[in-house]
T-cell receptor, first 112, second 113 residues
Framework: DVKVTQSSRYLVKRTGEKVFLECVQD?????MFWYRQDPGLGLRLIYF???????EKGDIPEGYSVSREKKERFSLILESASTNQTSMYLC???????????FGSGTRLTVV | GNSVTQMEGPVTLSEEAFLTINCTYT??????LFWYVQYPGEGLQLLLK?????DKGSNKGFEATYRKETTSFHLEKGSVQVSDSAVYFC????????????FGSGTRLQVQP
């Protein structure tokens, strides 16, 4: 069964910490995405990547960066966590030739 | 840019009632349209999709028709069950420029026995 795996289901971090959210897919997909999900706002695109070492800003990139050193792994980095980054973070991947998106189960991050 | 507007929830229905969740969109070109579902405690799953005007997507008794003239993709089901209780997201992917999903705000459906 194909999978997108997010390393942590729940995470609690302190304000000002540097936070890494990891996402790994086993489908050899070129495209990977990071979204955050907030009640009443749906899912908003933070960053995405069309291939290794490529990255593009989404709609809300401020306060975040990403790393894609290997095809299967796409990391979201909160340089200095703030309480307004408390949210559910969802990773997704898809083939570069089209087809469906596969989502991970999400990481619920709380910044205190 | 692209955007999706869907009706606010929560929507509360009795079992076997008829369901409609409205979704309208703004996009350039000819986007593909999707409905995703998120059951409690689970990840996002594709429910159905349509890739061109007048296409009807269907799955698990749910249907939605791509209406370009009204820029809509309303989700319907003739008889809901308690197991349909979930959050439903309408989304689009444009066919020009950025290839990524743009989501609506989500509609929570609660079905009571």
């Amino acid at each position: 069964d194909v999978k997108v795996t997010q390393s942590s289901r729940y995470l609690v971090k302190r304000t000002g910490e540097k936070v890494f959210l990891e996402c790994v897919q086993d489908m050899d997909h070129e495209n990977m995405f990071w979204y955050r999900q907030d009640p009443g706002l749906g899912l908003r695109l933070i960053y995405f990547s069309y291939d290794v070492k490529m990255k593009e800003k989404g709609d809300i990139p401020e306060g975040y960066s990403v790393s894609r050193e290997k095809k299967e792994r796409f990391s979201l980095i909160l340089e200095s966590a703030s309480t307004n980054q408390t949210s559910m973070y969802l990773c997704a991947s898809r083939s570069g030739t089209g087809g469906g998106y596969t989502f991970g189960s999400g990481t619920r991050l709380t910044v205190v | 840019g692209n955007s999706v507007t869907q009706m606010e929830g929560p929507v509360t229905l009795s079992e076997e009632a008829f369901l409609t969740i409205n979704c309208t969109y703004t996009a350039t070109g000819y986007p593909s349209l999707f409905w995703y579902v998120q059951y409690p405690g689970e990840g996002l799953q594709l429910l159905l999709k349509a890739t061109k005007a007048d296409d009807k997507g269907s799955n698990k008794g749910f249907e939605a028709t791509y209406r370009k003239e009204t820029t809509s993709f309303h989700l319907e089901k003739g008889s809901v069950q308690v197991s349909d209780s979930a959050v439903y997201f309408c989304a689009l992917e444009g066919n020009t420029g950025r290839r990524a999903l743009t989501f609506g705000s989500g509609t929570r459906l609660q079905v009571q026995p």
